[in-house]
Structures are given as structure tokens and as C-alpha cells.
């Protein structure tokens, strides 16, 4: 071969080479703009795109994904070829930016997986993944607890009233700590009645977890539990149920989310547990 | 292979809302991990502080992709 190849093959999912799948890819355009469609071989198939070699290429996707703006379009991109596919019923996604250098390589990658990707496709059939968070809700607490202040502390100095009103934010971060603690530990075992698989994420932390939203607490715990797709709802409302009453704590339930918290062998990787 | 999500699931599902850093969790820390042809070596991708050093290296005989799926 004398020229350098124009396109690379860009990879979002492994899932059954079915109609349904054939007619999905068609109306998706991947992280790159361009058309997706699958490779098949035998009873798997792949989601793929193809992808210019100079901007998926060793250096160009390094560069990429080192550029916050950048890698959120291609995240965003991947996100939404596995999000319109997960309602087909079973796809494994793919981790971000796994790229191969022609659709030969692709089917050789499915090949050889197959006896790894059929149980697992098999096992996450029909289920979907919830995200559950929970957060300390210090700025909840001390904005509901402001006015009260003033009220109370009224007869004092400002200087007494100032230590006064900083003794009790921090009883109440004390507070709002251990109840989010007790509150994770009443979601995990409210969630586990449902969810046939947990995996714990690392708390978010950061610049990017504060962009989720504003009143953000701290992150104590982010789970994502593998939830039968007809339970899922109920998901959901025993979660939040398992919220209610609950002072100092915010709890976000994302999702439904294709199973990517799932799609790993049971191995060393994550933090897996039975729910 | 039938479908048991609804139409609102289906919307959620490809929801362009959905916040980033819940997609980077999933996108970097889950999701099959395959010898592409480039292999992305994120295990030390710091997403508290947005540090996003991703290395990667073209797989090779000599250096082959670490035991994946």
C-alpha cells in the first residue's frame, strides 16, 4: 500500500446484528459527523463510523482528549450512538476513543471476543443503568438556616453572632455529612432490593462536578446499579423514596443509561459488587 | 430481541442534557475495554482536576495491550 489510509474506524458498541440494529445505525451520525453502520461477522456486530485518520490518529486524539471543549464533543458524540442504540435491548458500549485502522480489524476484535461479548450481551439484556449520587447539601442548609440566624442572634454583638452562626454551619456540615452517610447506606439497600449489580464510581470532585450544579454539596457516593428495564421506574421512585424526609442530603438519579458501568468482564477493573 | 424501554426512556437515553462528568465516568472508567488499534491508556486520567493526560500507545508485539475483556 503506498498511500496512508484517509479514514480510520472508529468503534461505539457491540451489540446483535439484527434489522432493528441496521435500521438504528442508519439514521446516526457519530463523533466525527459521519455515518455510522456496523461490521458484522456472524451472530455480533459492531456500531462503527469511519473517522479521518488525521484527527483519530495516535498524536491528533492524544491532543483531543487533553482539551476539555474537544473531548466533550467526542464524548458527547459517542454518548449519543450508544444512547439511541440502547433501546434495541442489548449493546455493549465501548470505552471512548477506541479506534481501529480498517473494518477487517473490527470483525478480527469481534472474532475473537465472541465467547467474551454473547454471555455478557446475554446477561445485560433488558437492563438498564441507573446512576444514583449523593451529596451533602451544605449550601441548602446554611441558606434555609440564614434568616432563623438573624432572628436568633439578635440580642448578641456581631462579634458573638458571627462565632454563633459559624459554630452552627459547621454542626451543620457535621450533620449534613453523617445524615448523606446514613442516607447512601438506605438507597444502597433500597436500590439492591431492585438492582441485580452495583459498581461504585468515584465521588465527582472538581470544577466539572460543580458544573452539574450549583448547589452541589460534596459527593459522597456515585453508584451506578444495573436495574431490570421493566423495574425501572420503580427504580427510580424507591430511590427517591428512600430520600424523602432526609435534611442536609441531595440525591441526583441519573439515567436510564445504556450499561456501560456493566459492560466489563467481571474483573479487576472496577469495584464491583453484588447489589 | 424486543425492546422493553419506552418512548420516554428512549429520549432520556439519547437526553443531550445529561451532564458530561456523568458521561466521562461511564465513558472512561466503563464501557468494554478493547485492543483498538491505538490503546488508550486512561488509568490515570484525573477527572477531579480536570487534569485529562490520556496516553496512548499503538499496540505492537513487543508491547501488547494489557489482558482486556
Keep these: 500500500m503506498t498511500d496512508i489510509a484517509q479514514h480510520m474506524v472508529y468503534a461505539y458498541a457491540v451489540l446483535r ?15 466525527a459527523d459521519e455515518q455510522v453502520g456496523l461490521v458484522e461477522t456472524g451472530d455480533l456486530a459492531a456500531a ?58 473490527v470483525r478480527q476484535m469481534l472474532q475473537e471476543r465472541r ?29 434555609a438556616a440564614a434568616p432563623e440566624d438573624d432572628a436568633g442572634d439578635s440580642g448578641l ?26 442516607t447512601a447506606a438506605r438507597i444502597a439497600d433500597e436500590a439492591g432490593e431492585i438492582a441485580v449489580e452495583r459498581v ?10 460543580k458544573a452539574g450544579g450549583a448547589e452541589a454539596g460534596e459527593n459522597i457516593a456515585n453508584d451506578a446499579y444495573l436495574v431490570p428495564a421493566d423495574r425501572a421506574e420503580d427504580f427510580r421512585a424507591r430511590v427517591l423514596a428512600a430520600t424523602e424526609g432526609q435534611e442536609g442530603v441531595r440525591v441526583e438519579v441519573t439515567g436510564p443509561w445504556a450499561p456501560y458501568s456493566f459492560a466489563l468482564p467481571p474483573a479487576p477493573v472496577a469495584h464491583r459488587e453484588s447489589a | 430481541m424486543s425492546t422493553s424501554l419506552d418512548e420516554e426512556d428512549t429520549r432520556a437515553l439519547a437526553g443531550r442534557e445529561v451532564a458530561l462528568i456523568d458521561i466521562l465516568d461511564r465513558l472512561l472508567q466503563g464501557g468494554v475495554v478493547l485492543a483498538g488499534d491505538l490503546v488508550l491508556s486512561i488509568a490515570d486520567v484525573d477527572l477531579v482536576r480536570i487534569d485529562l493526560r490520556a496516553v496512548i500507545a499503538p499496540v505492537d508485539a513487543e508491547h501488547p495491550a494489557p489482558p482486556l475483556l
Design chain 1, 17 to 31: 446484528p439484527t434489522p432493528e440494529a441496521a435500521r438504528a445505525v442508519a439514521a446516526l451520525r457519530g463523533v
Design chain 1, 48 to 105: 462503527v463510523g469511519p473517522v479521518p485518520a488525521r484527527e483519530f490518529g495516535e498524536a491528533a486524539l492524544k491532543a483531543r482528549l487533553e482539551e476539555l471543549p474537544r473531548l466533550e464533543t467526542l464524548a458527547r458524540g459517542h454518548h449519543g450512538v450508544v444512547a439511541a442504540l440502547a433501546p434495541l435491548g442489548a449493546v455493549l458500549p465501548l470505552r471512548l476513543a477506541t479506534v481501529y485502522r480498517d473494518e477487517d480489524r
Design chain 1, 115 to 143: 465467547d467474551e461479548f454473547l454471555p455478557l450481551l446475554e446477561r445485560l439484556t433488558g437492563h438498564v443503568e441507573w446512576g444514583v449520587k449523593v451529596y451533602t447539601d451544605a449550601g441548602g442548609e446554611t441558606a
Design chain 1, 157 to 182: 454583638s456581631p462579634g458573638r453572632a458571627y462565632l454563633a452562626a459559624r459554630r452552627r454551619r459547621r454542626r451543620g456540615a457535621e450533620d449534613a455529612w453523617q445524615a448523606a452517610v446514613r
Design chain 1, 200 to 209: 461504585a464510581h468515584r465521588p465527582q470532585r472538581g470544577e466539572l462536578a
